[in-house]
């Protein structure tokens, strides 16, 4: 039962790495040329030790993925997608706004009949 | 409460281009008039079973002298130990026709209005004829102190307090008592210190939760934009010494449009406001919600029996509490369902509208076990209440653990300063280089 503070510091710092906030970090850190991220290290890691501890302990992000885990079934389908136009020389591999993944975000309501 | 056999069709051929403009007016759906939600459109299935006189006894002997035992995982008579379970309640309401089916909302009658004012209610024990008043708002089941005869509210449809159906326990408490020790136990050392000294997994309780059960019928549509890339290519950026390389997209851009139906079943929403998974002020009730889910397939018609010994927690949110919520729920559900169709997007889609037309819905009033172990943070009187949950069907586990944020501080502190020193090594190494 007695873990040493390794064990449960190392898991957590990866599930931090996927955490939504820290490619934020990064990402701020690298577009100032790269050359400060080294002395980024220090607070990043300070700030990553202090969330993932909080979450192992606390759970405040675990809830039931009811999107996934409810049994559904899904018929006529009807797909419509049309080309409206093209963009170039785009800096980022994904699109504005992308929330194809972000399932509880609720957008415009539609009236459906 | 059972999906009908057929699954998915395939897909329609894709309809005729409309006339240019994204954002178009959605495209009708499938013809069927969506119901008005109005009560008088509801349907009620009745799951009192006729048990107006507020008892049940052995079906047997006759006695009252009933508990439901969790080596025997049923119910046993102390008279004449008739051993038994309650029938399964989706079969016995007839929950398990098709959702594909369901037009309008149909009620079952555990998931009536709580009446507010009918927290009192007087009882006539069947046994001594004697009257017994008993609180609703604090129990579900009384005795009758003239002749032990035990009492229950099974006189459903007045107050909506007592629920349609119930999943019995499956763990034992000494099994529930292991994980929550191994879960606590885990996450020992930067525990507040109170809460070690005074963890006592054995204070673990038995409790139902009262939970809504939903099945719904619906069409779903989705509008946005998707986008495929169609070039990755290397520019040079800068001049000098900021000459660089950098990676550029071209993209496609599509209009996306989805419409489909959607039969859910037994989609879960909490109906006791104290443990509603949206307010986590008073205590941690995300926790509660986290273990989830339950085989609510396998409920019982509730009886009584099954909570003598355990905590029941009485439902005070109806339906029309958590109406907006369960629409958002089928929302939620519709957009994640959608996901795979829309692969060939591989720089993603931006969905900017979304709808459900709900032809049918089905509710039931179901009691879920949770074993639970709870522990206030602080002393005083308003403070958050931190649970470790154990889904006594599943075993599934989850908990919060108050912690010290003093040693937490130090343990990052620790860590930061290091990675710091690392840091400042290597950047300034980079800068004499
Ligand atoms: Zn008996
Ligand atoms: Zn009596």
Known sequence: ?113 | MTLPPEEPRDAHEPRPAEPAGSGGPVPPAPQEPAPPREDSGNRFIDTSSGRDDGLNKCPRCGSTEIEYALGAKALVCSHCRHTWNEQNAEKLFGLDSSIAELQGHTLASGTADVREDLTMVTLKCQGCGAEVVINAEQSVQARCHWCRQTLSLNTQIPNGAVPDALLPFQLTREDAIARIEEFAGRRRTFAQRRFKEEFVPENVMGVYIPYLVVDGNMHAVLTGDGEVTTREYTVTVGSGDNKRQETRYDADVYSVQRAFDLLVDDLTVESAERFDARDNSAATNNILNAVQPYDVENAVVYNSHYLKNFTSERRDLNVRDVDHLVEEKFLSIARAKVQPTVRRYDRGVRWTGEGVAVRGTRWVSVYVPVWLYSYAESASGDSLVHYIAVNARTGTTMGSIPVSHPRIFAAACAGGTIAGIVGLVVGLLGFFA
């Open chain 1, 1 to 113: 039962m007695p873990l040493t503070k390794e064990d449960a510091v190392l898991p957590l710092l990866a599930e931090l790495s996927a955490a939504p906030g820290t490619p934020i970090l990064l990402a701020d850190g690298s577009s100032s040329d790269g050359i400060f991220l080294p002395f980024l290290l220090g607070p990043l890691t300070f700030a990553g030790i202090y969330i993932g501890i909080y979450r192992f302990y606390r759970n405040t992000d675990k809830r039931h993925r009811y999107e996934r885990e409810t049994k559904v079934a899904v018929g006529n389908l009807q797909q419509d997608d049309r080309r409206t136009g093209r963009k170039t020389g785009q800096r980022s591999r994904s699109m504005d706004g992308r929330n194809d993944t972000d399932h509880l975000t609720r957008v415009r309501r539609l009236r459906v009949q």
